[in-house]
């Protein structure tokens, strides 16, 4: 015979073992007036992280590991991985005569060059070279190496979509059964290389974007991928930019120049080869010493997909 629920007590205990809640006592909220603030502003500074992987260059080979990077992951308590919520970044380290063989994931991938030459990408049989201040892109389930035929390190920044790809269970990842692939073709432009040349002359000509973030800003591609966005920005010496805040999450790359991100009212300085993490719906703005360069990287094309990309200016640039 069915017990009679006539009471909170009895009707609270029928819920055990059947793994339901009731929505009028969760004992969490599902919902709230706006995004909460879980990941923390952070700044991976080059001149730390560097040494770190020169000393990785001589100790880990790529028997160890398909690739030598170090995850940015940030400091949130319960963080293992992430960069910010949708995206990781990590610095990578090839160096003379090296080669990190081919494989293919389902996540998006973009590298940001910071220094070194003589480093070449193949991307779907097409082989680019890698310098200094190029964006090169490697879309999802593509195959994927890198080598170096110079006499220099090269080191860059690599920003992927995983976590996203991890929340939505879409992993899927493969290393090339024959370690690279056969038929490779040279190309000095391609449609995954993004000039650092062919940048800077875009920003001679380029206007400020609307929300005040950047002296002159460009996008590349529209959008780069199909979940990240690429902007690169040129900020002058004294620039200030305006108050800001946004609810796609942000991965800055400072390829030159030295200031300051105040996200909040915390104060992060950088300089070249820094990497600053803006979580989502933090207020932030940029104070520049120098004149500068970074490359935002950031989960615009997901949030705007699915009607979440807000905005706000909460004050103006100061020129």
Not at 36 to 57: E, Q, S, T
Not at 76 to 103: C, F, W
Not at 211 to 218: F, P, S
Request: aromatic content about 8%; proline content about 6%.
């Amino acid at each position: 015979m069915t017990q009679k629920l006539d009471s909170l007590e009895l009707l609270y205990k029928a819920f055990d073992g059947l793994s339901v809640e009731g929505g009028w006592h969760r004992r969490a909220p599902a919902l709230w007036p706006e995004p909460r603030k879980n990941f923390v502003p952070f700044r991976w500074r080059y001149a730390d992280v560097k040494p770190i992987l020169d000393a990785a260059g001589d100790l880990v080979d790529h028997a160890m590991a398909d690739r030598r990077n170090l995850t940015m992951t940030n400091p949130v308590e319960g963080n293992l991985y992430a960069t910010v919520r949708s995206m990781v970044a990590a610095y990578q380290l090839i160096k003379p005569g090296e080669t990190a063989d081919a494989h293919r994931h389902t996540p998006n991938a973009l590298r940001i060059i910071l220094e070194g030459k003589g480093t070449y990408t193949v991307v779907n049989g097409m082989r680019v070279e890698m310098r200094p201040g190029d964006v090169l892109l490697t879309p999802s389930w593509a195959w994927h190496s890198h080598s170096s035929n110079g006499n220099e390190d090269c080191y860059w920044v690599d920003v992927l979509d995983v976590p996203l790809v991890h929340l939505m269970e879409g992993m899927f990842f493969e290393r090339h059964p024959d370690k690279l692939e056969p038929n490779v073709v040279d190309a000095d432009s391609s449609p995954i290389a993004f000039r650092w040349e062919d940048s800077v002359a875009a920003l001679e000509t380029a206007q400020a974007p609307a929300n005040g973030m950047a002296e002159r800003e460009i996008q590349l591609g529209n959008p780069a991928l199909r979940t990240v966005a690429l902007h690169v920005q040129r900020l002058n010496a004294g620039f200030r930019s305006a108050q800001y805040r946004t609810t796609a999450n942000s991965i800055f790359t400072v390829i030159q120049g030295r200031g300051r991100t105040v996200v909040d009212d915390e104060v992060i300085e950088w300089s070249m080869g820094d990497v600053i993490a803006v979580p989502a719906w933090r207020t932030y703005r940029h104070e520049v010493d120098s004149e500068s360069f970074m490359v935002r990287s950031s989960d615009e094309p997901v949030m705007r997909s699915i009607d979440m990309l807000r905005e706000e200016v909460l004050t103006p640039a100061i020129a």
